[in-house]
């Protein structure tokens, strides 16, 4: 009976926590396999290339919970060594202020199959080592289970993404063309100058 | 003050004394001389402090074009703020030999390819060598307050250094504003984050161009004409610059005004570096929330440091060059108490009042220094402008670099620390005498003039050249210095 009551009591302190704080990523259950069609260390170009992903429940972990499952979201997330000394890339285990994962490849409702998307990387993702990862959310929008391409440690099957570098051919000749006009500009107001001072000699 | 039987009024719109310099300032003129070199100085200024600062605002679209680190960013911040320092000191040397007019133009359209060449920008190391070329506009503060020394009278001087300073420096916060809308508005029209930006940069590239020609075509270095007129015709001498470098550096009131500049001005381009950031991460807001308050401490400038510039000669009018370097001291150690109590303060509307306060206070402070500036030396007047300024950025690198870099601490330290340094190095403005008025704790030696002050920076050959016509005239106008203790006469001189 005491037992019982000990454990009420730490359930209910654990969801009044969970609700002040937020839920955090290491009371997530592994609940997913996540594969992606990209190999490891290699490296793909932003707005051209395509990524698979395809995602099933975990046995072992899901344990009757699937049918909470109301939304799944799947993101490309940043690798520890494109994280270091850049802090609005940083992984706390609160989800709420994690900010490991800032794009998102697909979010849509979660159905028991054909969990799979074909995903061009977008022209705004920056160049850096990525993994993939996906939420699994409630009918309340909380997180309740990931899954993701690497292991724990981060440190396995990443790949990299080459950006876009936004330059530009007319950017470029306008820049030049810009700089020259004022150098000569330049020139011109000394010329200028000294014949106006011989002038009013 | 009006020599009396001299047909003054006639030539220029506005009231002037012997030197032609203007004894009033009417802000919403553009009568030329005067208030037209007043408003193409003040603009000018502002648009370099736009292209100075146009990257902060979009660092989380640059960031992860360049794949920047938090220490590349830092770094480009300090190197922006670095290049000025060097070039705070060419300038001062430029208008006191060229004129402020070409010597401001110059730069302007000097450094306007650093900023469209930023849209070239491929790695942290160009980057950061851009915001570097950047930064030495910085200089053409110096232009700025040289200009408005030569065409204002002391009884208005610290109000034209104040408002065309301050509004200057406003843009700093309006760049904020400016670069995102910019931003946005590319973005928009269909161009992708990592073009956007980039594109960008014309904006403050084209605005720099537009008004170095409007300076050059409109503006006019002096009441009577330009430098190279004057110097051709004979009615000013071109001076050599060895002496105006040696008269500025062994003065140590420049030393002095270079020292407390960093710990007003320094400490101003620090927090603009710093407190959007220190916001966001201390008080949880959002990126843009961040922004604007970082961007509302800029702004204060429309009317902080004129108001200091105004409070300067208001003061002087009763307790003359004393009242003003009491003034100083204490606006700026009250801005060192409310810095501490910056690093103090737990909630985020206690943190944005005592900001608000601080950045009236600190920014006031510049527009008092600017007060004192111009007496100190009337050949020298641009090195020392030069040095003051240059003293002003090495002040922001210095606080980077000892309290805002790495993590040895924290941001709330950082700032409470900066304060004491504040405090600290505020005192030394007690140091500053000038023998014909006083200084805060001493009064005039006896028997000293404004002439022997002045007058003392020519030799006797220069002297019997009649090189030191216009420090004599300037003497004469700079009596009032004394205050009302004394009536200030155009005939007490012999």
């Known amino acids: ?201 | 003050m009006e020599i009396p039987g001299e047909e003054y009024p006639k030539r220029f719109p506005l009231a002037v004394d012997s030197e032609h310099k203007a004894t009033e300032f009417r802000l919403f003129s553009a009568a030329p001389p005067h208030m037209r070199a007043f408003h193409l100085s003040w603009l000018s200024f502002f648009t370099c402090f736009v292209s100075t600062f146009a990257a902060p605002p979009l660092l989380p679209v640059i960031r992860d074009d360049l794949d920047l680190t938090a220490t590349d960013i830092g770094n480009a911040g300090i190197a922006a703020v670095s290049g000025a320092v060097f070039a705070r000191l060419a300038m001062g040397t430029c208008c006191d030999l060229f004129g402020p007019r070409l010597a401001s133009a110059a730069l302007v359209l000097a450094t306007a390819p650093a900023v469209f060449c930023t849209s070239l920008a491929a790695s942290p190391a160009s980057f950061l060598a851009l915001r570097f070329l950047t930064g030495f506009s910085l200089a053409t503060f110096v232009s700025t307050q040289f200009w408005m020394s030569s065409l204002f009278s002391p009884n208005v001087v610290g109000t034209a250094n104040g408002v065309a300073g301050g509004w200057g420096n406003l843009g700093g916060g309006a760049t904020q504003l400016i670069m995102p809308l910019v931003f946005d508005l590319i973005v928009l029209a269909g161009a992708g984050k990592f073009t956007a930006w980039r594109a960008a940069f014309f904006i403050p590239g084209l605005l720099q161009t537009v008004s170095a020609y409007g300076i050059f075509f409109l503006g006019q270095d002096l009441p009577d004409g330009d430098y190279s007129q004057l110097q051709k015709s004979g009615e000013k001498h071109k001076d050599s610059f060895d002496k105006i470098l040696s008269g500025a550096v062994t003065n140590y009131r420049g030393w002095i005004l270079a020292l407390t500049y960093g710990y007003c001005f320094g400490v101003e381009l620090t927090i603009d570096n710093i407190i959007a950031q220190y916001f966001y991460d201390k008080f949880d807001v959002n990126l843009h929330t961040a922004g604007t308050i970082a961007a509302s401490f800029g702004l204060a400038n429309l009317f902080s440091r004129p108001g200091g510039g105004m409070l300067s000669d208001f003061v002087a009018r009763r307790f003359g060059m004393r009242g003003r370097l009491w003034t100083l001291w204490v606006v700026q150690t009250v801005g060192g108490v409310l810095c501490v109590l910056l690093g103090k303060v737990g909630s985020l509307a206690a943190s944005v009042a005592v900001l608000l306060v601080f950045s009236v206070f600190v920014q006031a402070a510049c527009g008092l220094t600017f007060g004192v500036v111009p007496f100190v030396s009337r050949r020298s007047l641009g090195i020392i402008s030069g040095m003051t300024g240059g003293g002003g950025n090495v002040g922001a690198v210095l606080t980077q670099v000892i309290f805002f870099r790495g993590s040895r601490y924290t941001t709330e330290t950082g700032i409470t620390l900066m304060g004491v340094m504040i405090i600290a190095c505020t005192l030394v403005i007690m140091l500053i005498h000038f023998p014909q008025w006083g200084g805060m704790l001493w009064p005039p030696s006896d028997g000293a003039t404004e002439e022997d002050y002045y007058v003392s920076e020519w030799t006797a050959p220069e002297q019997d050249k009649g090189f030191h016509k216009a420090s004599l005239k300037f003497s004469q106008n700079s009596r009032r210095e004394r205050g009302q203790s004394v009536i200030a006469s155009p005939n007490t001189y012999a």
């Open chain 1, 1 to 201: 009976m005491a037992i019982n009551g000990v454990i009420v009591a730490t359930i209910l302190l654990s969801c009044l926590t969970a609700t002040c704080y937020g839920i955090t990523f290491s009371s997530l259950q592994r609940s997913l396999e996540v594969e992606a069609s990209v190999k490891a260390d290699q490296v793909l170009k932003a707005g051209e290339a395509k990524i698979t992903v395809s995602w099933k429940v975990n046995a072992t972990y899901s344990a009757g919970t699937e049918s909470s499952y109301k939304t799944v979201k799947v993101q490309l997330c940043y690798a520890p060594i494109s994280q270091k000394d850049r802090g609005w890339r940083k992984t706390v285990d609160i989800l709420k202020k994690d900010k490991t994962c800032q794009h998102t490849i697909v979010e849509r409702p979660y159905s028991a199959s054909n969990n799979t998307v074909t995903y061009t990387v977008k022209r705004d993702v920056p160049t850096a080592t990525y993994f993939i990862r996906a939420y699994v959310f409630n009918a309340a929008g909380e997180e309740v289970g990931y899954g993701q391409t690497t292991n724990a440690g981060k440190s396995t099957n990443l790949f990299s993404i080459e950006g876009v570098t936004g330059r530009h051919v007319s950017l470029d000749i306008a820049a030049a063309c810009f700089s020259a006009f004022s150098v000569i500009s330049l020139f011109g107001f000394f010329f200028m100058e000294k014949r106006k001072a011989k002038a009013s000699n």
